[in-house]
């Protein structure tokens, strides 16, 4: 019996319930476990066990409470007067009450300080938040660095919960070696910190509980690599569908069996998740360079180490080739996309990568196979951040884009993925979705609703080819149009017009064919053009300026070569005598 007072039922309180007998018993035989579970003995009740029964038994090591309806108000009485009196225990189970973020704060801000031996915390199915997780994680779980088990499933913490445990909290408890946040609405987004930040900090967990959340495919990609590399006693993930085919290459289908066949590489992981440079580098200058199908620099891209992505590409001793293709297809860029990173899609950028109207062949999450450029990847799964940097690093200059260099930009544009769509013909559809101004994207890509550019692709595509008639106002440019066409009629009535009247304005855009060969047969083969007929006088030579850069284009300069000249036949005057090359570009301003 302990040397402490028997625990005596405060008359306060009304009679004495009959779950007081098991805190009787635990103190006539100095027992360590004291079971009171499904009693419904609520707030009040929890308040007496704090003030009469709990000083009574110090020496309890376990303390089951399980669905008894107890509050906030019974978990801070718990919290500050009934822990402090066993601070022996080393199991502590509230599953099934509803002690909310309060009675979470309560238990990290005094409780657990109290029992710093505690191994395991049971506070499954209590109404807790992400604010409640967050207190947990900041301040409880430093009091507890022992602790083996904790379970927080059905509760409510979401990602933001999610990732303060994985920042903050696992962190404090290393030892931990069975961890359940199942139905917590944690998304691919906790997931992935509980990855990258959770996973490394716990190397001896055996069971981790998802299940009932919605991490998707995304989400449990990451796990089950970060558990591969980190976790090496854990051999399953609980509730959680892990596409076995896009971890590593696809290579196995089990934790274990990705181990064995990683081998020595895993320290190569180990060192790009720790973003350890120097590790980093000898890895890459002894030859590692990666394993199952992803360079060394494609995992640093897919665990979005951005500053570490940084120091590698500028390193002076390492040469990487950013135009290489990984195993399953992807590139660096591509990667970037499928990481959701922007950061790393504009390091790539700033640091060389060049986005390309080239098809590359990609795995997708359902395991097939899909023919499509990097810049469709980004049109329809990148942020607004990404696919800003990409239409920036495509741009000549900050103007207009129908400047010199621009026919590189029309032909990603207009680039078409293994299904036949276009890539501009996607943007436009997200354009439209956008909010005008209230998009990131907007500023960089208001170019791209200009009424410069968007009519001008759809009046002129890049195919057929096309064919420019220009030079001075006069030579001729009409005639040889009419001509071409074997348009007779046309040309003879055009002869016999003045200079004026039958001048062209602007520009004249027509899809016609034309011969292909010398002769002028009508069953000889033609070819399919878009022909301009650009005005010649100075005013309308702007036309000819926007398209010079522009590919599939054959330019056709009309230079006069009539000796005599011709004459108004209102004025008199002579306006168009035979000139040279030199004499007619000194006209023209393109």
Not at 73 to 79: K, M, N
Not at 184 to 192: Q, T, V
Not at 295 to 323: H, P, W
Not at 401 to 413: Q, Y
Request: some cysteine.
């Amino acid at each position: 019996m302990s040397a402490e007072s028997s625990p005596v039922w405060p008359v306060e309180y009304g009679q004495e319930p009959e779950w007081w007998r098991p805190v009787r018993g635990a103190y006539e035989g100095n027992e360590t476990a004291l079971d009171l579970s499904w009693n419904s003995i609520g707030d009040e009740g929890v308040k007496a066990l704090a003030e009469r029964g709990l000083p009574s038994v110090p020496q309890l090591t376990q303390l089951y409470l399980y669905n008894n309806s107890i509050g906030a108000e019974g978990a801070r009485a718990l919290a500050e007067r009934g822990l402090p009196s066993v601070p022996q225990l080393t199991l502590l189970s509230l599953w099934g009450n509803s002690i909310g973020d309060e009675g979470a704060n309560a238990l990290a801000e005094r409780g657990l300080s109290s029992v710093p031996q505690l191994r395991k915390l049971g506070l499954g199915g209590n109404s807790i938040s992400a604010v409640g997780a967050t207190a947990l994680a900041e301040r409880g779980l430093l009091s507890v660095p022992q602790l083996t088990q904790l379970v927080l499933s059905s509760n409510s913490i979401g990602d933001e919960g999610a990732k303060a445990l994985a920042e903050r909290g696992l962190p404090s408890v290393p030892q931990l070696t069975q961890l359940d946040l199942s139905s917590n609405s944690i998304r691919a987004e906790g997931a992935k910190a509980l990855a990258e930040r959770g996973l490394p900090s716990v190397p001896q967990l055996r069971k981790l509980g998802l299940g009932g959340n919605s991490i998707g495919a995304e989400g449990a990609k990451a796990l089950a690599e970060s558990a591969s590399i980190w976790c090496t006693r854990l051999d399953k993930l609980n509730g959680v569908n892990i596409p076995w085919s896009s971890i590593f290459g696809g290579t196995s289908s089990s934790l274990y069996d990705y181990r064995q066949k990683l081998g020595n590489d895993l320290s190569c992981f180990q060192w790009i998740w720790k973003e350890d440079l120097e590790q980093c580098l000898a890895c890459l200058q002894n030859g590692s360079a990666g394993s199952h199908s992803r360079s060394f620099l494609g995992f640093v891209v897919e665990r979005r180490k951005v500053v570490l992505l940084e120091q590698l590409l500028d390193a002076e001793n390492i040469q990487f080739d950013q135009k290489k293709t990984e195993g399953d297809g992807h590139s660096l860029l591509s990667l970037a996309v499928l990481a959701g990173s922007a950061e790393c899609f504009q390091v790539l950028l700033a640091r060389g990568a060049k986005l390309s109207p080239m098809l590359i062949l990609l795995s997708t999450p359902s395991g097939t196979r899909q023919e499509s450029t990097v810049l469709h990847q980004v049109i329809r799964t990148g942020s607004d951040k990404m696919l800003s940097a990409a239409i920036k690093s495509l741009l000549p200059t900050d103007d207009v884009l129908l400047k010199p260099g621009a026919s590189d930009l029309i032909k990603i544009l207009l680039a078409q993925d293994g299904d036949g769509r276009v890539a501009l013909d996607e943007l436009s559809q997200r354009l439209q979705r956008a909010d005008d101004g209230a998009s990131e994207t907007a500023p960089t890509l208001e170019v791209l609703k200009s009424p410069l550019l968007a009519p001008f692709l759809k009046r002129v595509p890049l195919f057929p080819p096309r064919i420019h008639l220009c030079g001075p106002g006069g030579a001729g440019k009409t005639l040889l149009r009419h001509q071409l066409l074997r348009d007779d009629e046309k040309a003879q009535a055009l002869q016999g017009k003045s200079y004026y009247a039958g001048r062209t304005r602007g520009v004249e855009i027509m899809r016609c064919s034309i011969p292909s060969g010398v002769t002028s047969q009508p069953q000889d083969d033609t070819l399919t053009v878009h022909l301009f007929d650009h005005g010649g006088q100075q005013e309308f030579q702007v036309t000819c300026s926007y398209m010079l850069t522009q590919p599939l284009s054959i330019f056709v300069v009309v230079i006069p070569v009539d000796t005599e000249g011709r004459q108004n036949l209102r004025t008199g005057e002579v306006y168009r005598m035979a000139t040279t090359p030199a004499e007619s570009a000194v006209e023209l301003q393109f």
